[in-house]
């Protein structure tokens, strides 16, 4: 990969700030772009508090281990400002362009009136959008074959995964230059339809909403829920995916215990989709029937299982929650 690549971070908020932290900690040089004219007191302002940010959150990384603090100056020094009048000048070095301004598809569209009639032909654009599809942004970009949405996850610079959605006229190669950059930097990226949500905002969405719902009934406290959800859930889930477990504990145990749960609680939220009845009735459950999500044919089954269990110990040992074997000298 060629390492110099510029990229340029659109909107000088949380977003913008966390992407530009990434690629300058990844060695590249950054823009990092605020497209609102302002008085030049104003500017210097932004400028200074957006760097504050950087540094910042640079300096607690360095303190917990993760790189000398001697080399946050030389972070920084990647990350150039880029206030609006001087966009036209700056904006044709640009490799890769993401977009992080606010939530509203009128912001969204004068950022791209604003910077793409100044980028080349052959730069990738992306939104970092978390609920406006790439088929309704892809109306605002020239040549939309080489833009496609990129939904980073917050703290942008430490969270791996960053969610790829392309529109029906993405050039699959434009889908590949970004993916390859991403992974370059030691991001994780997956690859989802332009349907609201994503992957992991549908998940979140559903998962507060039942919290909130709990606590609201009386199930548990809120410091309960959370308890669960640290030592129970997260580490399940961060331990297997969530595909990965519906095959490992079998399709039939989720089929049974989803119905159960919609007629207990009289919530049809609950009831299994198409995909899971009809993976029960051809006998697909998963690890034991060899097949279900996942094709388990010709998989080292002793192996895979001491991969998970390796994978949750080293996640226990994180949390600092190992358990403790008896101590030989115990009391007679």
């Given at each position: 990969m060629k390492n110099k690549w510029t990229i340029c971070s659109i909107g000088a908020g949380r977003m913008g700030r966390g992407i530009a932290h990434a690629f300058a900690y990844a060695g590249f040089p950054v823009q990092l772009v605020d497209l609102k004219a302002r008085e030049k007191d104003a500017t210097r302002a932004l400028e200074e508090q957006a760097f504050g940010e950087i540094r910042s959150n640079l300096a607690v990384l360095a303190a917990l281990g993760m790189f000398s603090e001697s080399q946050i100056e030389h972070v920084l020094a990647r990350i150039s400002f880029v206030p609006a009048e001087r966009i036209a000048e700056e904006l044709p070095k640009a490799d890769f362009v993401f977009e992080g301004v606010p939530e509203r598809i009128d912001a969204k569209r004068e950022a791209f009136?604003?910077?793409?009639?100044?980028?080349?032909?052959?730069?990738?654009?992306?939104?970092?959008?978390?609920?406006?599809?790439?088929?309704?942004?892809?109306?605002?970009?020239?040549?939309?074959?080489?833009?496609?949405?990129?939904?980073?996850?917050?703290?942008?610079?430490?969270?791996?995964?960053?969610?790829?959605?392309?529109?029906?006229?993405?050039?699959?190669?434009?889908?590949?230059?970004?993916?390859?950059?991403?992974?370059?930097?030691?991001?994780?990226?997956?690859?989802?339809?332009?349907?609201?949500?994503?992957?992991?905002?549908?998940?979140?969405?559903l998962i507060m909403l039942e919290a909130a719902r709990m606590i609201e009934q009386g199930t548990a406290t809120a410091e309960d829920i959370d308890k669960a959800t640290r030592f129970g859930f997260g580490i399940r889930y961060a331990g297997m995916g969530v595909v990965e477990f519906i095959d490992f504990g079998g399709n039939d145990t989720l089929y049974n215990a989803s119905n159960y749960l919609a007629d207990s609680l009289q919530a049809d939220r609950y009831r299994p989709p198409e995909i899971v009845s009809t993976l029960m009735k051809e006998g697909r459950n998963g690890l034991r029937d060899g097949r279900g999500f996942y094709d388990w044919a010709g998989r080292d089954i002793d192996r895979y299982r001491h991969d998970v269990m390796q994978r949750l110990v080293n996640l226990l040992r994180l949390q600092d929650c190992l358990p403790v074997p008896a101590d030989d000298e115990v009391d007679q």
């Open positions: 009136s604003a910077t793409v009639p100044h980028l080349r032909d052959d730069v990738v654009i992306a939104s970092t959008t978390s609920t406006i599809l790439s088929t309704e942004l892809a109306k605002h970009v020239d040549h939309p074959e080489r833009f496609l949405n990129a939904h980073w996850l917050n703290p942008a610079f430490l969270i791996p995964l960053v969610e790829l959605s392309p529109h029906a006229g993405t050039d699959e190669r434009t889908v590949k230059r970004l993916y390859d950059l991403l992974r370059g930097i030691g991001k994780v990226p997956v690859r989802c339809a332009a349907e609201p949500g994503y992957i992991i905002p549908r998940f979140q969405t």
